[in-house]
């Protein structure tokens, strides 16, 4: 039985695990300010805010309810717009978009409601780029984004009193929010919260579910899933001496707010911006990246630089059957993985960063913002002085699979930083890449974007080496 807070009142239901949440919300709870949309997490008309304790503290994430499977509001809070509206009137974060014209037709504005109400639950600094950040996962089609993001600063000034009293009570007291926010975590502390078990034979393996409930949202509903999305065994960060280790149930918005990413790229943040929404970052994780097997997976380009390995484990009967892979070995082809059905992964690790290394991560879409690369690069060097110790360059768009530039990251092992070792460096690159052409480019632009892309990185690392315009054959 999955059981849950929606709103103000708890819940329990029986239905398939694997039903997204957003069918569950307006088929069976008749909540229809969550709208249906593109059904595909990008257009944000269907957020909720997601409440859940971590660390001893009440949590909320925005994300796309048409990509949550059931069993993943279980023993949570999950939100709509009808839950954070007051009796009689309208609240300070509609209000803010009344006011400033921030609605026209009216489709897309509870998306936006409920994202900004999630930035007043959050503990995060009230700025105005910090509110228009809350909804960079919400998208209107006609009303001007500039009224949109006046209602957001005047959301943000609601919370820059708040000091450091939990946002959630804050809100509440300050009737920013119904009364009843200030209740939940002693409510989510008595709820039944045991992890699910939802399988027999061979299940399908789902996390995030960003990118299956895309592909396979109505056989998914029925299907036998093995959710790990909420597997405290399956997520963390943690630093062990020069290694990071993590779970591969770790979603981007971990990997944002955790202190030893923090530490070791102090550039994350700007790489993360460059990926999805905010919503899909608080659901998409990095094992789902990696299995998806995508070619350009932007994670798994980051990844593949750093040397990353993975743990693979098979359970049959009482025995469990090990072992550990180098990322850059897991691809065989288009979506074809050394790795059998039965195989899962549980640990994913790489070596950090030294003092004396430099990493960039480099994207080109078509938007900047919530949009699938064209192409994408990483870089990872290690240097002795001017020389290059170790190298190691993946590039996405390319080729079949996320691809480890083998000879190129050999090739550059040993040499001086120079403008001729960059352009011969992009010479070789090119020899490694097979691109086809498609909705995302010619093989040709793919071409000259990778050897643009390895010049942005020698340049981002080092600005004081000047690279001449480099034309691909």
Not at 404 to 432: C, H, P, Q, V, W
Request: charged share 20%; glycine share 8%; proline share 4%.
């Amino acid at each position: 039985m999955i059981r849950f807070i929606l709103n103000e009142k708890e819940v329990a239901t029986s239905l398939p695990p694997g039903m997204v949440l957003l069918d569950y919300i307006r088929y069976h709870k008749h909540l229809l300010g969550t709208k249906i949309g593109c059904r595909e997490g990008d257009c944000g008309a269907c957020v909720v805010l997601v409440g859940e304790i971590r660390d001893g503290e009440l949590c909320y994430k925005s994300m796309t309810s048409c990509l949550v499977p059931l069993s993943n509001a279980h023993g949570k809070h999950i939100v709509t717009v009808e839950g954070i509206n007051f009796d009689s009137e309208l609240n300070p974060v509609q209000n803010a978009l009344a006011d400033e014209g921030a609605t026209q037709c009216g489709f897309c504005t509870p998306g936006f409601v409920v994202s900004l109400a999630g930035f007043c639950l959050n503990n995060i600094e009230a700025t105005k780029a910090n509110a228009i950040a809350a909804v960079d996962g919400n998208i209107c089609r006609c009303t001007g984004y500039k009224s949109i993001e006046r209602a957001a600063a005047r959301v943000s000034e609601l919370m820059k009193s708040r000091n450091s009293e939990p946002a959630a009570v804050f809100a509440a007291r300050q009737k920013i929010l119904p009364h009843y926010f200030s209740t939940i975590k002693e409510r989510l502390q008595n709820l039944m919260n045991g992890q699910l078990v939802a399988h027999t034979t061979s299940p399908t393996v789902v996390a995030g579910g960003t990118d299956l409930y895309v592909q396979r949202h109505d056989e998914l509903t029925k299907s036998d899933i093995e959710f790990v999305f909420d597997n405290a065994a399956l997520k963390g960060i943690t630093r062990e001496g020069s290694t990071c280790s993590m779970g591969p149930s770790v979603t981007i918005t971990d990997l944002m707010e955790s202190p030893v990413i923090k530490e070791y790229f102090p550039a994350f943040h700007r790489y993360a911006k460059l990926i999805s929404s905010t919503p899909i970052r608080n659901m998409a994780t990095i094992g789902g990246n990696f299995i998806n097997a995508s070619p350009i997976g932007d994670f798994t380009i980051f990844f593949l630089a750093l040397n990353t390995k993975v743990r693979l484990v098979q359970t049959s009967g009482d025995r469990e059957f090990v072992r550990n892979i180098a990322l850059r070995n897991l691809y065989k082809g288009y979506k074809v993985l050394d790795k059998s059905p039965e195989e899962v992964v549980t640990k994913i690790w790489f070596e950090l960063p030294g003092k004396n290394s430099y990493f960039n991560f480099e994207k080109v879409s078509k938007r900047t913002h919530l949009d699938i690369a064209s192409v994408n690069s990483a870089i990872h060097l290690k240097m002795n002085g001017n020389v290059i110790d170790e190298a190691g360059l993946s590039a996405g768009g390319v080729a079949p699979i996320p691809l480890y530039l083998i000879k190129t990251s050999e090739f550059l092992r040993g040499k001086m930083i120079t403008e001729n070792l960059i352009n011969d460096t992009i010479g070789r690159a090119l020899e490694e890449i097979s691109p086809i052409s498609d909705a995302r480019g010619s093989k040709e632009y793919k071409r000259l974007l990778l050897g643009q892309l390895i010049k942005a990185h020698f340049i981002s690392l080092f600005p004081q080496i000047r690279v001449e315009t480099f034309r691909a054959p």
